[in-house]
Nanobody, 118 residues
Framework: QVQLVESGGGSVQAGGSLTLSCAVS????????MGWARQAPGKGREGVAL???????RYADSVKGRFTISGDNAKTTLYLQMNSLKPEDAAMYYC????????????RGQGTQVTVSS
């Protein structure tokens, strides 16, 4: 079973940066593609970024050019570098296992809160 534990959330002013981390265990290579999702109050959950098994990345249009996803070669840690944060980026961020090639979320962690003040 995939286990995902996030850390690194917090409060930041608009324009600031945060880096989220995720400890991954139980990951089965090529079964899932790892990434990040978020959910703001009153909104649906959305995929933010993922790493495909070939190392390519995919981002939601709303974060392209500002967020960067990365991971270690052992696939035990996943990161999300978030720059130029906007108030609309405020949400609960989840480390996630997606069905590869889609934003269909199969597993997620407990989440870490990101707050962005204007």
């Amino acid at each position: 079973q995939v286990q995902l534990v996030e850390s690194g959330g917090g409060s930041v002013q608009a324009g600031g940066s945060l880096t989220l981390s995720c400890a991954v265990s139980g990951y089965t290579y090529k079964t899932y593609c790892m990434g990040w999702a978020r959910q703001a109050p009153g909104k649906g959950r959305e995929g933010v970024a993922l790493i495909n098994n070939d190392g390519s990345t995919r981002y939601a249009d709303s974060v392209k050019g500002r967020f960067t996803i990365s991971g270690d070669n052992a696939k035990t840690t996943l990161y999300l570098q978030m720059n130029s944060l906007k108030p609309e980026d405020a949400a609960m961020y989840y480390c996630a296992a997606f069905l590869c090639g889609t934003w269909s979320l199969i597993y997620r962690g407990q989440g870490t809160q990101v707050t962005v003040s204007s």
